[in-house]
């Protein structure tokens, strides 16, 4: 059963597709050039208590801020909503904007290649027996953001990508960015250790202490991958470190996003200054 469950069909034809879809796109802060679809209301996992989160962590800083761009559209095949995360305030403007095409590029390619599928999926005759039968359902697409650290030295963004291609349930996937707030970099997970510390193995022990914690909700082996991590699959919350695993990689789809937040006695203080300085 678990061999099934980690082979989730829809999550995985998504991320198999790199997210390189062509799309036409005006760079910096303009609007997004896309067909002519009916806009939605901004409704599902994109929720208002994520939003008023967001805002409250942005307003505490007068300097650099992050806000949303939303970009809806809706047709026969596909309801798609995306918050994307627009930074300003970074002295260096050419990676601010890098930075906002970049959000922008991977929330708009991950929608488009849901249009492609639900467009592939659903063919006439195909599309034609299950509405007459009464199990048709659109594809949707959802893009939403936290604002985990927004201070002096980092702005950490969590970001969740939402899919419904059928079945019983969609599917998510996480994404983490940090980055030095001086300067728009983006950090890596070991910047956050003493240089030459063996960061995986540390993190993979703390995982695994915090697995036999709560063993119950996790698959029987969980914590013998405790060190399958991404190297990317991290954000900073309010100076703590939290590493992420996908749906299906330690438990049931039920359990959701695992996330486990690293005690700060393993960290190294101000990582990206002492980087860069």
């Known amino acids: 059963m678990r061999q099934s469950e980690r082979s989730s069909r829809n999550v995985q034809r998504v991320r198999g597709q790199g997210w390189g879809l062509a799309l036409c796109l005006v760079t910096g802060l303009a609007t997004v050039s896309l067909p002519a679809y009916t806009a939605v209301a901004a409704t599902g996992p994109a929720t208002a208590a994520a939003a008023a989160a967001t805002a409250a962590t942005a307003s505490r800083n007068a300097v ?5 761009r939303v970009v809806e559209w809706k047709t026969e095949l596909i309801t798609v909503h995306l918050r994307i995360p627009i930074l300003s305030g970074l002295a260096d403007q050419a990676t601010q904007e ?32 299950a509405k007459a039968e009464g199990w048709f ?3 949707e697409a959802w893009v939403d953001y936290e604002v985990k650290n927004l201070d002096d030295r980092w702005i950490s963004l969590r970001m969740e990508f939402y899919q419904y291609t059928g079945g019983a349930h969609g599917g998510t996937v996480v994404e983490g960015t940090t980055y030095d707030a001086k300067t728009g970099r983006q950090l890596q997970l ?5 240089a030459g510390t063996d960061y995986r193995a540390i993190i993979a022990r703390e995982v695994a202490r915090q697995i036999q ?12 991958h405790a060190a399958d991590f991404a190297e990317d699959a991290f954000y900073v919350d309010h100076g703590t470190l939290v590493v992420f695993f996908g749906q299906y990689e330690l438990a049931p789809y039920a359990a959701g996003i695992r996330e486990f ?7 190294s203080p101000w990582p990206a200054r002492r980087r860069t300085e």
């Open 261 to 267: 937040r690293i005690p700060t006695s393993y960290l």
């Open 190 to 194: 070991k910047e956050f250790f003493p």
């Open 98 to 129: 890098a930075l906002n095409q970049a959000n922008e590029s991977r929330a708009l390619a991950f929608a488009k290649s849901i249009e492609k599928m639900a467009q592939e999926d659903w063919t006439g005759e195909h599309m034609a027996e």
């Open 137 to 139: 359902h659109p594809y």
């Open 64 to 68: 650099v801020a992050v806000n949303p």
């Open 213 to 224: 914690a709560t063993k119950d909700i996790y698959f029987p082996d969980a914590s013998s």
